[in-house]
Structures are given as structure tokens and as C-alpha cells.
């Protein structure tokens, strides 16, 4: 079966980094991208980004340029977003997705790491 | 940057229709992939490409895309299916576009 299983919810200080995991199985890594999304608390979902798993070609959505880097691992099928210069209002549920296709769905969901960030 | 608008809110009885819109500048021309989140829990695809279905979801759940209106219909609904529904986007210049989604209320 096709997973997609993420690292433990973090609480980070204002200004600090966070790096999230993806952990993959169950499908051939380097053949599927993998995106970002994230989500604050009663809000809907925003994009963050995406990485091709096959040779590390990365996009990130314009407001977070310069913030956010998004890598990965082939060798343990593993996806990473490291999202540095925290704030307040980066605060939310991080998901990773399997990204299918020329219609850029994301089939397949991580079930999401919370990470706060406070003062 | 491309928008797209869902209705806050729509409600249903049971076992009637439930259309869910999602507008966008010549979304019709776009592939609209559909997304079903319950509380707590991870987005899970329901349609993609306008209008296809995912293996396990129900043929109760259907699109269509034309114009500047993108459509999420579901048929007989069921308890169940009270959700957030999100449409979603690819357009080459805001890249991956999500709408803000509509809360589902079964009655």
C-alpha cells in the first residue's frame, strides 16, 4: 500500500527552523513529486511548494522564496521542507502529497505534522 | 494571480444533490481536481482532471468544468460526506491555486 507518513508535531520559538519529514513506501519514489501544503487553524489550504523526487528540480509558491527549502533522500525515500525565520503566522498543519500527473492532484496525503510557533 | 471562489457553505438533506462551485477566470479551460477534508483528518482526492474518480470513491461524486465554473456534484448524499471541499488548480502563473473552500452540511 502506498503511504506517505510524516515526523511528530514540533513547537518552535519565533525566528527558529523547522524541518518536516515524508517518509514514502509502498510506490517507486523518483517516479511521483512530492508538494508541500499547509494548512493554519480554521483556514483553508495553501500550497507551498513542490520537488521532483527523480532529480531535485524544485518550485516554491512566491511568498515563501528565500524561506523554504524543500529537499529529498532517495535512498530512504524521504522528503523533507525546512521552513526557516519562523513566525506566528506559520503556525499550521504541514502535509506532503504525492503529486500525479499533468494535472498536478496530489493523490496520495501525509497525515500532516502541527507545528506551532510562539514567542 | 489566478483566484478561485467557493461558496462558504452549502446544505443538503439527505439523499438529494449536492453542487458545489468552484469559479475561476476561463477555469474551463483548466483541469480542476476536487478535495475532500473531514475534521482532523488529511485531505483525500476525490476528483481529478475535471472529472475522474480515484479508486474507492464513489461514483456518487462527479465533475464538471465549463465557462468560468468548475461543479462537484454529489449525488445521494450521505451523512458521511459532510466535509470541507476544496477545488484545486494548476495555472502558470500562480502555480498550484487552491479555492477556500466549502463547508458541506448534511441536514
Known amino acids: 500500500q502506498v503511504h506517505l507518513v510524516q515526523s511528530g508535531a514540533e513547537v518552535k520559538k519565533y525566528g527558529a527552523s523547522m524541518k518536516v519529514s515524508c517518509k514514502a513506501s509502498g510506490y517507486p519514489f523518483i517516479s511521483f513529486g512530492i508538494s508541500w501544503v499547509r494548512q493554519a487553524p480554521g483556514q483553508g489550504l495553501e500550497w507551498m511548494g513542490w520537488i521532483s523526487a527523480y532529480n531535485g528540480d524544485t518550485k516554491y509558491a512566491q511568498k515563501l522564496q528565500g524561506r523554504v527549502t524543500m529537499t529529498t533522500d532517495t535512498s530512504t525515500t524521504t522528503a523533507y521542507m525546512e521552513l526557516r525565520s519562523l513566525r506566528s503566522d506559520d503556525t499550521a498543519v504541514y502535509y506532503c502529497?504525492?503529486?500525479?500527473?499533468?494535472?498536478?492532484?496530489?493523490?496520495?496525503w501525509g497525515q500532516g505534522t502541527m507545528v506551532s510557533v510562539s514567542s | 494571480s489566478y483566484v478561485l471562489t467557493q461558496p462558504p457553505s452549502v446544505s443538503v438533506a439527505p439523499g438529494k444533490t449536492a453542487r458545489i462551485t468552484c469559479g475561476g477566470n476561463n477555469i474551463g479551460g483548466k483541469s480542476v481536481n476536487w478535495y475532500q477534508q473531514k475534521p482532523g483528518q488529511a485531505p483525500v482526492l476525490v476528483i481529478y482532471y475535471h472529472s475522474d474518480r480515484p479508486s474507492g470513491i464513489p461514483e456518487r461524486f462527479s465533475g464538471s468544468n465549463s465557462g468560468n465554473t468548475a461543479t462537484l456534484t454529489i449525488s445521494r448524499v450521505e451523512a458521511g460526506d459532510e466535509a470541507d471541499y476544496y477545488c484545486q488548480v494548476w495555472d502558470s502563473s500562480s502555480d498550484v491555486v487552491f479555492g477556500g473552500g466549502t463547508k458541506l452540511t448534511v441536514l
Open positions: 502529497a504525492r503529486v500525479v500527473g499533468s494535472t498536478y492532484a496530489f493523490d496520495i
